[in-house]
Nanobody, 124 residues
């Protein structure tokens, strides 16, 4: 079994910053491919950023240069530092982990563990 718990969401003005955290336990802990997804009302859940090692990361074009994904394997925690936030970044943000694959994973179906989500709201 494994568990993912997100924290750090909230309400912020456009141009502001937030840092999301994802605490992993059990089979989701350290060395697994991990990622952040988001889902806005009426839209599909989309990949925001993924990480396998500090040098193996992926970002969707809309967040490149504004968001940074990282992980601390000693703490079994993944982070998403979000800057220059825009109203279109408003969504429920989920962390995800893959227990079945290795390497950088950018496909939603490869992730089998999900957190409950943390809301990020960016006001204009």
């Amino acid at each position: 079994q494994g568990q993912l718990v997100e924290s750090g969401g909230g309400l912020v003005q456009a141009g502001g910053s937030l840092r999301l955290s994802c605490a992993a336990s059990g089979r989701t802990a350290s060395n697994n491919p991990m990622a952040w997804f988001r889902q806005a009302p009426g839209k599909e859940r989309e990949l925001v950023a993924a990480i396998f090692t500090p040098r193996s990361t992926y970002y969707v074009d809309s967040v490149k240069g504004r968001f940074t994904i990282s992980r601390d394997n000693a703490k079994n925690t993944m982070y998403l530092q979000m800057g220059s936030l825009k109203p279109e970044d408003t969504a429920l943000y989920y962390c995800a982990a893959s227990s079945r694959f290795s390497g950088l994973q950018i496909t939603k179906r490869t992730y089998d563990y999900w957190g409950q989500g943390t809301q990020v709201t960016v006001s204009s």
